[in-house]
Structures are given as structure tokens and as C-alpha cells.
């Protein structure tokens, strides 16, 4: 078992929007003043189901409006109890999608947001976290059947001295 139960949940929701421009990705401000990239989205919050948190998420950090999602494309676990916390991401896929690039994210953490291409999505994300990066890629140029699973232990405590182990296995 990956957590005892004593550590800070969190569930987040992610879209990956792709069309002929490429995929949409956004960089997030993190507290220290580092920047990544990733696909938008983020907390659902107590109450909330996960593609409506997902849908009020990327019209805030893109502007875009998400009419229809697909199933679960693929879920990220990642256990930290260095740091207390554990992760579960679901990502899906938007089916239809309107509106054109707006950054007004309410929490500040969204500070761009652009069209990657498919080709180009790995140099950007580079920097970004392994569980970030390695299912959105995976996902990108394999487009394996939904519902992959990826799962990650993060351990150590100030950036510098971490450690992310990936998981096999579901």
C-alpha cells in the first residue's frame, strides 16, 4: 500500500486539448518564482464532481469552454510522505471545445497559456514534474485505450534533495 491514510489528499482534474495547432499547455508561477508547464486544470474542490471542477478550471486558466469531455484517458498517483501529500490526477480529453486563449486565473498560478506542437510538447514541458510529463507524452505519441494508470513516489523534502521513483504496476 502506497499511504497509510495520514497523508493530505488531493484530487485534481486535467484536460489535454489537442487540435491541429497542437496541444494547449499552460505555465503555472509556482511559490518559489519557478515556472512549468503543463496541461490546465487543477483541485476539485469538496462537492464538486471532476469534469465539472475540470471544466470551471480550464475556462479560468485558457478562457476556453469545454462542451463535451471524453472518458478517462489516464490517472496519475503520486504518494510524497516526505511532504505529506497524495496525488491522484485524472486526465481527460476535450471532445468539444470553443473560445479563444484568456489567462484570468482567480489563484494567480496561471500565467500563460499557448498552442504546442505535438512535436515541440517535449521541449516545453521540460522541467516540468516526471508525472506531468511522462503520461502526457505517453499519451501523445502512443494514444494508447483510456484509462492508463502511472504511478510515482516522491521522496525527500526541499527540492533540491528530491527523489521521484515511478511505480509499475496498478
Known sequence: MLDDGSL???????????????????ANRRRNGVV??????????????????LSREVREETGLSVLEWSEQLYEVEVVAPDLGFHLTVHAHRA???RGEIVVDDPDGIVVDARWVALTGASARLRGSSPWVVEPLLDYLTRQPEHDQLFRYRLLGGPRSERRVLRLHGG
Open 36 to 53: 512549468d508547464w503543463s496541461t490546465p486544470g487543477g483541485v476539485v474542490d469538496s462537492g464538486e464532481a471532476p469534469l465539472e471542477a
Open 95 to 97: 471532445q468539444v471545445f
Open 8 to 26: 493530505r489528499r488531493w484530487e485534481v482534474a486535467g484536460g489535454v486539448i489537442v487540435d491541429h495547432r497542437g496541444v494547449l499547455l499552460v
